[in-house]
């Protein structure tokens, strides 16, 4: 909003300074320091009045050290994550672009999701809170919503330039050639680092991409917000990760929506996903701003209010980014929680039903909660998993030219 306010007086009045809302970088800044602000100034009111509704975490005797300690301590803490993330976005960011809209949608989703389960926990005394059938159901949506918006919207693009013309005075001319419904994606390693969905058809119709890169959709948007949600376990430990994740994601989308920068680095230049950078920018002062009162000792747990929101927002950035094969780096330790449970339950009834009792591989899962067993105190468990998550962050940003 205060980009096409700022806009307008620019090109009539030529007010002086209005035109440094054209430029990502200052708005990028601006939706840092408004969603901190939110979050640190907000956020003591909303953890009062979920106080006040005895929104207070109901915790299970797991045997875990200091677990009990957190009874009664407010959910649903994600309010904060939302607000602070979603005000800045519209305040900032140019709501007619195509990506911001897709994020915007998806953070209401995956948080109106969370917000269910929270509620039939809180009010319904259903400890199970929202079936998991029914969760799958509301991602595999999200995921068709997305497929299909990056599969045929108009505004999707991503731009070939080819070799220069001819060189002037002015500098070297380029043509380009934008390609609308693009199928191809970046995957790391590889010299020529784009992969054609196309090619997964054998044979069939290329007109049938769009089926492919919907499921692909759905599978990443389900399996990273699910991760999300599983590592959030510990004081402060989703809230670090996806900040981290959001900085990452950041500097690809700057990159991937600058021409000189991607052209430089041999990147997919994809129009108009520069917005997204305001995006991730209110994204990581809203996690930040959120660990201001989630860190250990937890003032406040964000619920699947906000951890359902966080992967699934995650997810979308990659998708529209297209650097969606960077997800098993960006996001390992999402991915690890994932893998854990799977594994433990998946060995536990393999062994009980081969030899009469279930077996396990960790002391319990998810992983967390393995380290706490072994009698590591959680917030050197929740600082060793930030150092993974920045070391996994490093080693993204590093296949930009490990090819």
Sequence with gaps: ???????????????????????????ALGATVLSLFIAATYGKSIINLLRKKQMGESIRDLG????????????????????????PVVLFAKLSNVYIVLLIITALWTGLIGFIDDYLKKFKNNKD????RFKIVGQVGLGLIVGLTLSFNDNVRIRIYDKPLLSSNLGEIQRYRDIIHPTV?????????????????????EEYTW??????AI????????????????????AGVSGIIALTLGVLAYLSGNTKFSQYLNLMYIPNSGELVIFCAAFIGACVGFLWYNAYPAQVFMGDT???MLGGVIAVVALAIRKEWLIPIMCGIFIAENLSVIVQVSYFKYTRRRFGEGRRVLLMSPLHHHYQKKGIHES???????IVGIILAILTLATLKLR
């Excluded at 909003?1 to 200052?26: E, R, T, W």
């Design 64 to 87: 875990l050290a200091g677990q009990m300690e957190k009874a009664g301590t407010p959910t649903m803490g994600g309010f904060i994550i939302l607000a602070s993330l979603l005000i």
């Design 129 to 132: 809170g929202l079936h998991g």
């Design 211 to 216: 089926i492919i890169y919907t499921i692909v």
């Design 185 to 205: 994606t970046t995957i790391p390693f590889t010299k020529n680092n784009e992969f054609d969905y196309k090619t997964l058809l054998f044979g069939l119709p």
């Design 380 to 386: 050197k468990i929740v600082t060793r998993f930030w």
């Design 1 to 27: 909003m205060l980009y096409y306010l700022f806009d307008y007086l620019d090109k009539n009045f030529n007010i002086p300074g209005a035109g440094v809302f054209q430029y990502i970088s200052f708005r």
């Design 219 to 238: 599978f990443i948007i389900t399996a990273i917000s699910n991760g999300a949600n599983i590592t959030d376990g510990i004081d402060g430990l989703a």
């Design 306 to 308: 906000g951890s359902l």
